[in-house]
């Protein structure tokens, strides 16, 4: 069974940082491309950032020198740091696993599985 869980999410004020992480179980970061994607209310999920089966990493326009996707393969988990926060980078982070591992895309629809999602919080 396949389960993604996210954790780390809080409430900074703006230019501070929180790193999120993503554990999965059931599936093998060597098989499995995992996504970080942000929602507001009454928005669509935003594709942040990826990291592919083989390390290969994309980030979206918005976050590039800002937010950095890491992973550790021992535990099987996938981090995305997060520095300068702002107010818009406040809502919901989840993290979501495609199988096959040799694409990253940034859109929601490709991927298979989802985490239930952690709360970020940007505000002074």
């Known amino acids: 069974q396949v389960q993604l869980v996210e954790s780390g999410g809080g409430s900074v004020q703006p230019g501070g940082s929180l790193r999120l992480s993503c554990a999965a179980s059931g599936v093998t970061l060597d098989h499995y491309t995992i996504g970080w994607f942000h929602q507001t209310p009454g928005q669509e999920r935003e594709g942040i950032s990826c990291?592919?089966?083989?390390?290969?990493?994309v980030y979206a326009h918005s976050v590039k020198g800002r937010f950095t996707i890491s992973r550790d393969t021992s535990k099987n988990t996938v981090y995305l740091q997060m520095n300068d926060l702002q107010p818009s980078h406040t809502g919901n982070y989840y993290c979501?696993?495609?199988?096959?591992?040799?694409?990253?895309?940034?859109?929601?629809?490709?991927?298979?599985?989802w985490g239930q999602g952690t709360q970020v919080s940007v505000s002074s």
């Open positions: 979501a696993a495609l199988y096959g591992g040799e694409y990253c895309p940034l859109l929601s629809h490709w991927y298979d599985y």
């Open positions: 990291i592919s089966s083989s390390g290969d990493t």
